[in-house]
Nanobody, 124 residues
Framework: QVQLVESGGGLVQAGGSLRLSCAAS????????MGWFRQAPGKELEGISV????????YYVESVKGRFTISNDHAKNTVDLQMNSLKPEDTARYYC?????????????????WGQGTPVIVSS
């Protein structure tokens, strides 16, 4: 069983920063893709950033490029998301997920393990 625990969400003013962290309690995967997804009210879940534990390659959705940075500690099975220059449209519940392999995949339908999520609210 894979368990994911997110932390770091909260309320921040536009232009501010937050850092999200996620820890996966599993050694199931020798290599994995771990990343962050978000769901805003009334919208579908979207993949915003993922990272490969084996290559360090990263993916960012266009709307967060240059503002968000993902990082991974392979030994600890953790992934962080540094979010800078936050905008009101970044308001959402942010989820962490993990899957085996090394190919960057951002489609949430292809992930089976999810944390409870952490809310991020950006006020204008």
């Amino acid at each position: 069983q894979v368990q994911l625990v997110e932390s770091g969400g909260g309320l921040v003013q536009a232009g501010g920063s937050l850092r999200l962290s996620c820890a996966a309690s599993t050694r199931t995967f020798s290599s994995y893709i771990m990343g962050w997804f978000r769901q805003a009210p009334g919208k579908e879940l979207e993949g915003i950033s993922v990272i490969s534990s084996s290559t360090g390659s990263t993916y960012y959705v266009e709307s967060v490029k240059g503002r968000f940075t993902i990082s991974n500690d392979h030994a600890k099975n953790t992934v962080d998301l540094q979010m800078n220059s936050l905008k009101p449209e970044d308001t959402a519940r942010y989820y962490c997920s993990i899957r085996g392999g090394s190919t960057l995949i951002s489609d949430p339908r292809l992930y089976n393990y999810w944390g409870q999520g952490t809310p991020v609210i950006v006020s204008s």
